[in-house]
């Protein structure tokens, strides 16, 4: 049976990655837009950063999309399948007919330039305008932001945050999953030749990673240099204050409409507001332009369907990850829960025998 559910798990990878095949009912992440008759297919992890900033793209576009959850506390990225569809072994990888894009910019302006019908929300000016610079500066800015540094540094430096969502056992948790990962990406290197290159490099790049990050002055001196791009962003929000004084008009990060600079911005403070890290940059008096924002982004009907329940960690990781070893693991899972029942109905009727025989000595 184990050995059966093995070969289907694979199986239903193995066709995933087949962009053109069809489903009769994918998930969607809103209205298709009339240019897209093939499929898209997003192969994402709902806690990742940058997996968050396409979803929210491909929302408030308005466009189906099948996602797939690549699960990253079991290591799915690191599984040949998928590192054969990204060799960096990172998500979000976007699959549209026979094209494959892995890097989370590029994969936004792919949808921007190959979804554009008329009803289909642009996020991106016209290049050579004003706005289309704006636009382009702010999204430079915020993703030049060394997120998955803040990310890591506040669960390995819990000590720094206000609020966190992180539950306390991350630190720990995280450590031993590196740990982990670092043995498991060498025995994925030998047992998979083809794939050693792509491996070795990924070990690599976690050992840095994890070096800098556990790095408590290289992570102080990070959260100082996000202080002026956020002053820089208030200042910005108070020019759009003061262009549309008007009561009840409002705007977004680079005038009217709301852009790939607004999406970055919004996945961003809601990126902060997860690690503990809000308090600091705004709030109570400081940088009220940028609360304001805060408190409209996350009432947007996309923002809402995409990031409405992420800061729930119970939700949004460990419950999907329950689910997954079930069902990978479903008859030893079903046997120890059969033992325990059985166990527990014996300590019950033996509870039960006992009070008996006290009540007749009584």
């Known amino acids: ?42 192969y994402h992890w709902t806690q990742s950063f940058n ?22 506390p079991l290591s799915e990225h690191n599984e040949p399948w998928f590192m054969r569809l990204n060799p960096t072994g990172e998500v979000p990888v976007l699959a549209h007919n026979d094209n494959i894009i892995c890097d989370p910019t590029q994969i936004m302006d ?9 009803g289909t929300l642009k996020l991106i000016p016209e290049e050579g305008s004003t706005y289309y610079h704006r636009v382009q500066h702010y999204r430079e800015l915020l993703d030049s932001l060394q997120m998955d540094a803040y990310t890591h540094g506040c669960i390995l430096h819990p000590e720094i945050t206000v609020d966190s969502h992180i539950p306390a056992y991350a630190a720990t948790s995280i450590r031993t999953q590196i740990g982990n990962t670092e043995s498991e990406l060498k025995k994925l290197a030998e047992q ?6 792509a491996y070795i490099a990924k070990q690599r790049r976690l050992k ?15 959260l100082d240099e996000l202080e002026s791009v956020m002053d820089q ?21 680079c005038g009217e409409f709301f852009s790939m600079a607004d999406i970055s911005l919004a996945v961003t403070l809601h990126r902060l507001k997860f690690l503990g890290l809000s308090r600091r940059y705004w709030g109570n008096g400081n940088r009220v332009n940028l609360e304001t924002y805060y408190e409209r982004v996350v009432q947007r009907p996309a923002f809402r369907r995409v990031l409405g329940h992420v800061n729930n960690i119970l939700i949004s990781a460990v419950l999907p990850v329950a689910f997954r070893v079930a069902r990978k693991n479903a008859p030893v899972i079903v046997g120890t829960t059969l033992l325990i ?5 014996a300590t019950y009727l ?13």
């Not at 997996?51 to 990253?72: F, P, T």
């Not at 029942?341 to 109905?345: H, P, V």
């Open 1 to 42: 049976m184990a050995s059966e559910n093995t070969s289907e798990s694979q199986d239903e990878k193995a066709a995933l990655i087949e962009t053109e095949s069809v489903q009769d009912d994918p998930q969607q992440c809103g209205t298709v837009a009339k240019q897209s008759e093939s499929k898209l297919t997003l």
């Open 51 to 72: 997996s968050q900033k396409v979803r929210l793209a491909i929302a408030e576009k308005g466009l189906r999309c099948e996602e797939y959850d690549v699960s990253l």
């Open 110 to 118: 792919y949808l921007e330039q190959n979804f554009s019908d008329e």
């Open 192 to 197: 998979n030749p083809e794939l050693k290159d």
């Open 208 to 222: 840095s990673k994890l070096f800098d990050h556990d790095n408590m002055k290289y992570l102080k001196k990070l």
């Open 233 to 253: 962003v208030e200042t910005e929000l108070q020019r759009r204050v003061e262009e549309t004084p008007e009561e009840g008009s409002q705007s977004w990060l």
């Open 341 to 345: 029942g059985i166990l527990g109905g």
């Open 350 to 362: 033996a509870f039960l025998y006992m009070k008996k025989r006290l009540t007749v000595f009584c």
